[in-house]
């Protein structure tokens, strides 16, 4: 299976996890091994790799891809699930934790996925290929409720003139592919909208954070993820929408925010330290713009564990 993707900020994350030869990575979001591989590279004969992943797909790539390295393991699950899959491999702890939260080039690409606004397929969007579809999504949640979704995660200030549109096209038949949709949303928002770039990649966002419950489960694994972390250890995050950048920030924030006792007490009784020093925030640099045009959204955070 060929499982194409072009790893974003490459350089910079390799170069912020500052890999020891013989620490412990785990890539929570390995995908087709990009950012694995470069991890790798890094890593000296007493080192170790965790490649995890909940599309199938990736994880056939990935076994096949590292079946020979010893230093590999490559675990089907989801990131969300961190405290258990180190608990599973006896691991106390590790040195680096990288989570790519893109959807993949592999995923976008592959039309039966049904991702992608640009081809006729059927609306499934499932990063695991378990759950509920979008299909399912769009063909029986209330008009309301999909409003909600499409404004909150997609960030669509059309979202209640799309979702009617949705509704009223499903009293007819039900909606089955990702064209039928695309053509809904571009019928439901202005002829100025519609010029400056498919009206519907909004929309279609926002289905696939629904139907994979991105944001419901990035707070609570971003905070696994860091108290895995071994003392130095370091948690990079590519972010690729203001939503989940917005999130990730936060709770770097809380790690490392220490006294919170009000400003007007003489001492400090709450005893708080703070548990991280955050590092530099990276954006693709020009080069990388010109050779990925999926870099354009992408933003990397790094909070290291003291």
């Given amino acids: 299976m060929d499982f194409s993707h072009t790893p974003v900020l490459l350089k910079e994350t390799v170069s912020a996890l500052s890999i020891k030869p013989d620490g412990i990575y785990v890539d929570v979001t390995a995908g087709g091994g990009g950012h694995s591989s470069a991890i790798l590279e890094k890593l000296g004969a007493?080192?170790?790799?965790?490649?995890?992943?909940?599309?199938?797909d990736a994880v056939e790539v990935l076994k096949n891809?590292?079946?020979?390295?010893?230093?590999?393991?490559v675990i089907h699950r989801n990131f969300s699930?961190?405290?258990?899959?180190?608990?599973?491999?006896?691991s106390d702890g590790v040195?680096?934790?990288l989570a790519d939260l893109g959807v993949s080039s592999h995923q976008l690409d592959t039309p039966e996925r049904g991702f992608s606004f640009h081809s006729d397929a059927p609306l499934d969007m499932r990063m695991s290929r378990e759950g509920i579809t979008a299909a399912q999504f769009v063909n029986t949640l209330p008009?309301?409720?999909?409003?909600?979704?499409?404004f909150e995660y997609g960030e669509e200030k059309f979202s209640r003139s799309i979702a009617r549109n949705i509704v009223k096209a499903r009293q007819d038949k039900p909606l089955e592919t990702t064209l039928e949709l695309a053509e809904i949303i571009k019928a439901s928002v202005p002829a100025a909208v519609r010029r400056e770039g498919h009206p519907a990649r909004k929309t279609f966002q926002a289905l696939r954070i629904a139907v994979n419950g991105e944001l419901d489960m990035l707070p609570g694994a971003l905070k696994?993820?860091?108290f895995s972390l071994n003392t130095g250890g370091i948690l990079a995050v590519i972010s690729f929408h203001s939503l989940e950048d917005r999130i990730v920030k936060r709770a770097f924030s809380s790690f490392c925010t220490g006294c919170t006792c009000p400003p007007d007490f003489p001492i400090c009784v709450c005893g708080k330290t703070p548990a991280g020093k955050q590092g530099k925030t990276f954006t693709a640099d020009e080069r990388e713009l010109g050779e990925n045009n999926r870099s354009r959204s992408a933003k990397l955070r790094t909070v290291k564990r003291l």
């Fill in 46 to 56: 007493n080192g170790s790799l965790i490649c995890v992943d909940r599309d199938p």
């Fill in 65 to 73: 891809r590292f079946s020979s390295d010893s230093r590999v393991a």
């Fill in 81 to 90: 699930e961190i405290k258990n899959i180190l608990c599973d491999l006896k």
């Fill in 95 to 97: 040195d680096g934790i």
């Fill in 143 to 150: 008009e309301a409720e999909l409003a909600r979704i499409i």
């Fill in 224 to 226: 696994d993820m860091f």
